[in-house]
C-alpha cells in the first residue's frame, strides 16, 4: 500500500548493502548498516559482497515503495524501503545477517530520531534472532564480527 507520504520508484543500480541510486539520486536505508567495500579487510569486503549481492537482487531494476525520513550529511535521502513484494528491505537484511540495526533511534535529540518506535523494537528483535540463529556474518566469531564493522 501506497501512503500520501511514500512514493514508488525503480532502483537504477545498488551500490552496496544499505545505499542505491536513482536517476543520478542516491539514497541510503534508513535503521541499516551493512559492512563497507572495503578491500583492506578480507572479511568485511566478503560479507559486503555477499550483502550487495542480496541487495542487487532484492532491489535493482525493480520497483518499490520508499518513505523520504531526512536526507544525510552526504545529501543522499535516508528512506524506508518496501519491497514490490510488500516487505521491509531493512528487516529482511538484519532478519539474514546481512546487516546491523545502525542509524536509527527513539530519542527525539538524536539526530536520527524516527517517530514509529514499534518499527525500531522489531528490527532490534529480528537483529536479536538472527544472531541466536547464526544467520549471515552472525555466525563468525566476536573477533571475526568486530573486524566486519570495524
Known amino acids: 500500500m501506497i501512503s500520501n507520504y511514500s512514493i514508488q520508484i525503480s532502483v537504477d543500480k ?9 536517476n543520478n539520486e542516491k539514497y541510503r536505508i534508513l535503521g541499516i548498516d551493512t559492512p563497507e567495500l572495503n ?19 532484492l532491489l535493482q ?9 531526512k536526507n544525510d550529511k552526504y545529501d543522499r535521502k535516508i528512506v524506508k ?6 516487505q521491509d528491505f531493512a528487516s529482511y537484511m538484519i532478519e539474514n545477517g546481512y546487516g546491523i540495526v545502525r542509524y536509527i533511534s527513539k530519542n527525539k535529540s538524536n539526530p536520527f530520531y524516527y ?30 564480527i568486530k573486524k566486519i564493522y570495524s
Open 14 to 22: 545498488v551500490i552496496d548493502g544499505d545505499t542505491f541510486e536513482t
Open 39 to 57: 578491500e583492506d579487510s578480507n572479511i568485511q569486503y566478503f560479507y559486503a559482497q555477499i550483502a550487495k549481492e542480496k541487495a542487487i537482487k
Open 61 to 69: 531494476n525493480r520497483f518499490v515503495v520508499y518513505e523520504h525520513f
Open 81 to 86: 524501503i518496501t519491497l514490490d513484494n510488500g
Open 115 to 144: 517517530y514509529d518506535h514499534e518499527y525500531i523494537d522489531n528490527l532490534y528483535i529480528l537483529q536479536d534472532k538472527a544472531e541466536k540463529n547464526k544467520a549471515g556474518f552472525w555466525n563468525e566469531s566476536i573477533e571475526n
